[in-house]
């Protein structure tokens, strides 16, 4: 937290005089809010208006997350709603890698390779989001409940879902998280491992320690 501080106290510095008021970090989070917070959002990204284009950034971010706060205010079951959409929109697909490349992939390959591509990166994020899911279910279960979400991969998982369900969303935003992920899949694919080879006659048989056998040949323990 020092190191973090000392390292964004110069640029809050030079954000204060820019702007004549305090800003920390950045001038954003007005803005991403009202771009999943408005009348006609539909949670993704959106074009700020031409009505802010000519303020500063500080000032338009105040004006464009009053807005949105107030939209928010004036229609809080609307913003459940959108919040679980924002959601699913975050985590619900894995495609977008390939939009960013699709002239090169269409130039290279034709355009009936986008949707074979698109299919089998949304089905390999799918399984990948199941068993990151199901990781963290053992983890509860061997951890319990606080301990599990206490868990440096949860938190970080956890908060990024929490600010897109609340701001704007789009499946590259679980990008950062997904090294999580896939470190909570990989203990419930190797739990279904260990399971699998507990289940093997020959998985036991072989286990055996050598020389741990009774009078009557049983195993001991």
Not at 38 to 46: C, E, R, T
Not at 68 to 81: N, T
Not at 113 to 142: H, I, N, T
């Amino acid at each position: 937290m020092v190191v973090a501080a000392l390292l964004i106290a110069p640029w809050a510095v030079r954000n204060s005089r820019e702007f004549h008021r305090p800003v920390l970090l950045s001038t954003n989070g007005g803005v991403t809010l009202w771009m999943g917070n408005h009348a006609n959002s539909d949670g993704g990204y959106a074009e700020v208006p031409a009505e802010f284009a000519g303020l500063d950034e500080a000032t338009r971010d105040e004006q464009m997350g009053g807005i949105a706060k107030a939209y928010i205010r004036a229609h809080p079951a609307q913003f459940v709603w959108n919040s679980l959409r924002r959601l699913q929109d975050t985590f619900g697909r894995e495609t977008i890698g390939i939009a960013w490349n699709e002239p090169g992939l269409v130039r290279a390959f034709g355009p009936r390779v986008l949707v074979w591509l698109k299919l089998v990166s949304q089905a390999y994020w799918l399984a990948v989001l199941a068993l990151g899911l199901a990781g963290f279910v053992l983890l509860v279960a061997s951890l319990g409940v606080w301990r599990a979400v206490s868990h440096p991969g949860a938190i970080t998982w956890l908060y990024f879902a929490g600010v897109h369900a609340v701001i704007v969303s789009q499946d590259r935003y679980h990008f950062p998280v997904t090294p999580y992920i896939a470190g909570f899949a990989g203990m419930a694919v190797w739990a279904m491992v260990q399971r699998s080879r507990h289940a093997d006659p020959a998985f036991e048989r072989t286990a055996r320690p050598s020389g741990m056998r009774g009078s009557t040949g049983s195993a001991l323990g």
